[in-house]
């Protein structure tokens, strides 16, 4: 496949993925929170581009980086630098380095196979854990290739899962080969990181455990023929979860209805939106729902007549707008994850992963990031 179409299949996927990140979550599933390092691998340096990265996340706010031209890890948060000493991020470093040798040997694997030595190709990797308001914790560690995920441990059954029909059988049973290594990062998902994603959200609280409620308002627009849409407008809220949804005449309605992913705003805080076709006549019935943590009641919000008509037709534009502004910027930052952030997918994973002389998987243990 040439790289140019291999881009865009990664782009593509990547464009997927966040998609599935900002999907419309109801109350009842509770805020949570995440610790995840996102780690890409490629055949070499390109474009300015480090063969290896790493970044790591709670929630959408990195807070650290490595990669191969510098070879060391770089807090990225101010209140992470101010409350890990040095010791912690020279155990961070070396655990990165590790992660980059086994990296660039799994990434030649794939290759191998594939016999895609001398073309193009990424390999991605994503693992961390959640942690709910109500106590929920979850263990995630998912491997992608070429920009498709392809394998996932499942730390129930403690296996990896092959999620595409591409992968043969030999690729996954050298990643099950090693039974020690699973156990102890099922161990890791669970317990150290659940820990140490405790401890960031306490040193970050002002900024990760606030809740700011949404602004909702509701417009409309007249559309050709004897139709029109009105569209919902969800912003300025935080954290990330929250349920959207039409009613109508007091019942959720999904008839031609559409649902936007959640996004990032500048300021930290996130927004949505959602639209409905209507027959004119029963605009009255409408209205769109919300409800989130940091409201006390959900609301329930319809479009009011003394909005006018001409200006929610061009606040729409400059919506349509926006989110084609967003979906360039989504681009271009999937274009560069695929040569860098999604290295740092692949990198904490994959540093337990081929010892090309011995077995196929070689366990790599973990120093300790606690003081």
Known sequence: MPRGRRLLSLLRWGAALLLLGGRLVGRGAAASHSLRYVG?????????????????????????????????????????????????????????????????????????????????????????CELSDDGHKNGFDRLAYEGREVMYLNLETLTWVATSRAIPDVIRKWWNADKAYIESQKVYLEGECIELLQRYLGYGKELLLKKEPPVVKVLRRVDSGDQET???????????????????????????????????????????????????????????????????????????????????????????????????????????CLKRGRKHNVAYQIASVFDRTKSPLKKVTRPSLHP
């Open 230 to 336: 009105l569209v919902c407008r969800v912003y300025g809220f935080y954290p990330k979860e929250i349920e959207a949804t039409w009613r109508k005449d007091g019942e959720v309605w999904m008839e031609d209805t559409f649902h936007a992913g959640i996004l990032l705003n500048s300021d930290g805080t996130y927004y949505t939106w959602l639209s409905v076709q209507i027959d004119p006549k029963d605009v009255g019935l409408y209205q769109c729902h919300v409800d989130h943590s940091g409201l006390d009641e959900p609301l329930a919000v319809a479009w009011e007549e003394t909005d006018g008509t001409g200006l929610n037709t061009g606040l729409i534009i400059l919506i349509v707008g926006a989110a084609a502004l967003v979906l360039v910027m989504v681009v271009v930052g999937i274009i560069l």
């Open 40 to 128: 890409t691998v490629l055949p070499e340096a390109m474009h300015g581009l480090p063969q290896f990265s790493l970044l790591g996340y709670v929630d959408d706010v990195v807070i650290s980086r490595y990669d191969s031209s510098t070879r060391k890890e770089w807090p990225q948060a101010r209140w992470v630098k101010e409350s890990m000493d040095a010791h912690f991020w020279d155990t961070k470093t070396q655990i990165s380095k590790g992660d980059e040798q086994e990296c660039e040997m799994a990434l030649e694997m794939f290759q191998n196979h594939y016999n895609r030595s001398e073309s193009f190709s990424c390999l991605q990797w994503t693992y961390g």
